[in-house]
């Protein structure tokens, strides 16, 4: 399967949020305004995967700090659920861990307690379980672990 790896732009806030949509119905899922106020943020690095023209994966790195002293957040992924276990979700993350690591900064994210396979994935990468925070994912009151990675020397 050919894929293009691109940065997004404001007009790809909709089917951002279509995705959101049907990925994290029962959590609030970001509509199209936040994905581009997002995506006008200097600190924000948001880069999407695209097939035969149709955008089927995104995902979102924030700087955090400065970069004398850099840490970074990765605010969201998703993949469409016909495109999932293709490597997708891995290409996106392989693209912001290279990111974050030119600037030597540790990475941050929160993840649903019960979303196994992005733990797994997560883990993969070097992440390690900080902590808990309870009822964190609204309205579904899921919790959420947080995860950080340091950064690759």
Not at 21 to 47: I, K, V
Not at 135 to 146: C, E, F, I, L, V
């Amino acid at each position: 399967m050919n894929w293009e790896v691109r940065r997004l732009v404001i007009n790809d806030a909709a089917r951002c949020a279509e995705l959101e949509q049907q990925l994290f119905a029962g959590d609030d899922p970001w509509p199209a305004a936040a994905f581009e106020q997002e995506f006008a943020q200097p600190n924000n690095f948001y880069l999407g995967v695209e097939i035969d023209g149709n955008l089927v994966g995104y995902a979102g790195l924030s700087l955090l700090g400065s970069l004398k002293e850099p840490e970074f957040e990765i605010h969201t992924i998703g993949v469409d659920p016909a495109h999932q276990r293709k490597g997708i979700a891995g290409e996106l993350m392989d693209q912001l861990m290279h990111a974050a690591d030119q600037y030597q900064g540790p990475v941050f994210l929160e993840v649903r307690t019960d979303n196994e396979p992005a733990i797994a994935m997560y883990e993969k990468y070097g992440f390690e379980r900080m902590g808990l925070r309870k009822n964190y994912y609204q309205p579904s009151g899921a919790d959420a672990y947080t995860m950080k990675r340091e950064p690759k020397k």
